[in-house]
């Protein structure tokens, strides 16, 4: 007749095997699991006073009203009207500025942060095409990008009316 295993030793086997499987799946299950992040920008463009609205100063403000920080990477100017390198003057850490090869201006930035619940405002020139900007809709695409380096992009129009 064979020994049965003893029933102590049974159960510490059966034990280690539950610590084991739970430590398996808690390493696979948590590779899938991230933090959820909750990006979420207002826009909001003004303009600035300037000799007979023909240099386009303005400022946007963006203002970040999600949970996690976020980093501008770039600014276009999605208007046919707008024409040359958008002219930054209040923009710290612009890398680059010109025209893409779609024709829209851009602007690079050096990656600001925006904390969640503050802004961040950008004063720069556009050049029109012809005339004045005074009563033209103005057209952004601003892109940020996530601590998990997630892109966000927001879509921003405004008319431009010296204040």
Partial sequence: MKKAISPIIATLVLIVIVVISAFIIYVAVSGFIKP????????????????????????VTIVNKGDVPLKIRYL???DPGVTGPVCYYEVKNVVNSGISDSG???????????????????????????????????????????????????LASFKYQPI
């Fill in 36 to 59: 959820q992040v909750n990006p979420r920008i207002n826009i909001v463009g003004k303009a600035i006073t300037s000799e007979e609205g023909k240099k386009g100063i303005v400022i």
């Fill in 76 to 78: 276009k100017v999605l």
């Fill in 104 to 154: 829209f201006s851009y602007l690079i930035l050096g990656e600001p942060e925006i904390p969640p619940l503050q802004s961040f405002d950008l004063v720069f020139a556009l050049r029109p095409t012809l005339g004045n900007l005074i009563d033209k809709i103005i057209i952004l695409n601003v892109i940020v990008y996530t601590p998990q380096n997630t892109e966000f992009v927001q």
